[in-house]
């Protein structure tokens, strides 16, 4: 089946630094990519959809100068969490589509 | 609006029982259905996904679906539950129109006791 990575799988940063994720389709090309926020025992949040090319499409709420999505690559696309503060702390996780969405295993931020 | 509706927190079933974990939803336009199952500290895996055609949908581990549009659901269902099913499993929804976005339902979990 469809594979999707992401890295790290945990970081940890100081308030006020930035934070790069990365999502990868190892086996596939996708257009469109996904990014999902998950709190404690929560439902999946969508924040934006990212497509290859093109500018982020942002979920109502969810700051785009803050959240930064780059899609550079039809395999790669990355989250930059800026000036990290503890209440970005989270569970992150990418999705990315071919027929159907396929996850990758998540990242959890933790900022201090 | 467009949602999915998980009604029960928890399930809880003894091993070798059948389970079914509940999933109804509310779009407009035909309905994509899908299930997924997270298991702690992991990402989704995909279950399975109802697009079009046979009501019944077959997935992996043994996990199946009945699409019913008059009741508007899509339960997850399983004949015989092992303990190493349980996880967090959540229902989601895209729609014709909807640029292929997943809607979640709350999530479910199921625990199989031995």
């Known amino acids: 089946g469809a594979v999707v990575s992401q890295h790290p799988s945990r970081v940890i940063c100081k308030s006020g630094t930035s934070v790069k994720i990365e999502c990868r389709s190892l086996d596939f090309q996708a257009t469109t990519m996904f990014w999902y926020r998950q709190f404690p025992k929560q439902s999946l949040m969508l924040m934006a959809t990212?497509?290859?090319?093109?500018?982020?499409?942002?979920e109502q709420g969810v700051e785009k100068d803050k959240f930064l999505i780059n899609h550079a690559s039809l395999t790669l696309s990355t989250l930059t969490v800026t000036s990290a503060h503890p209440e970005d702390s989270s569970f992150y996780i990418c999705?990315?589509?071919?027929?159907?969405?396929?996850f990758g295993p998540g990242t959890r931020l933790l900022v201090l | 609006a467009q949602s999915v509706a998980q009604p029960e927190d928890q399930v809880n079933v003894a091993e070798g029982n059948p389970l079914t974990v509940k999933c109804t939803y509310s779009v407009s336009g035909n309905p994509y259905l899908f299930w997924y199952v997270q298991y702690p500290n992991r990402g989704l895996q995909f279950l399975l996904k109802?697009?079009?055609?046979?009501?019944l949908v077959k997935g992996s581990y043994g996990f199946e679906a009945e699409f019913n549009k008059s009741q508007t659901s899509f339960h997850l269902k399983k004949p015989s539950a092992l303990v190493s099913d349980s996880a967090l499993y959540f229902c989601a929804v895209s729609f014709s129109g909807g640029y292929n976005k997943l809607i979640f339902g709350a999530g479910t979990r199921l625990a199989v006791h031995p």
């Open positions: 109802y697009i079009t055609g046979d009501n």
């Open positions: 999705s990315a589509k071919e027929e159907t969405q396929y």
């Open positions: 990212s497509n290859e090319g093109s500018k982020a499409t942002y």
